[in-house]
Nanobody, 124 residues
Framework: QVQLVESGGGLVQTGDSLRLSCAASGRTFGSYTVGWFRQAPGKEREFVGAISGSAARIYYADSVKGRFTISRENAKNTVYLQMNSLKPEDTAVYYC?????????????????WGQGTQVTVSS
């Protein structure tokens, strides 16, 4: 069973960059599509992007396209979310989620494993 732990969140200013990590346990991590989601205060959780197990397919929400980059190092069992040009509206708790052999869906219920989340706060 794969378990996920996010890290790298923090308080930054508008325009700054931050890199989140999603570290996984388990020997089959390379077979999992990993998605990133975020939930801002008072709002529903939303899809940020996803990366397939081999990194051949990467998807982004329109709101982050061109600013965020998802990558992975299967040898380190880690997926990254590089966030550049951060805006106050990016403030949220960021979650990574895993879906074995998944298509990179933006639907929460398609992901069977979730991390505990990491807080990202962008001040204006």
């Amino acid at each position: 069973q794969v378990q996920l732990v996010e890290s790298g969140g923090g308080l930054v200013q508008t325009g700054d960059s931050l890199r989140l990590s999603c570290a996984a346990s388990g020997r089959t991590f390379g077979s999992y599509t990993v998605g990133w989601f975020r939930q801002a205060p008072g709002k529903e959780r939303e899809f940020v992007g996803a990366i397939s197990g081999s990194a051949a397919r990467i998807y982004y929400a329109d709101s982050v396209k061109g600013r965020f980059t998802i990558s992975r190092e299967n040898a380190k069992n880690t997926v990254y979310l590089q966030m550049n040009s951060l805006k106050p509206e990016d403030t949220a708790v960021y979650y990574c989620a895993a879906d074995r052999y998944g298509p990179g869906s933006g639907i929460e219920s398609d992901y069977e494993l979730w991390g505990q989340g990491t807080q990202v706060t962008v001040s204006s």
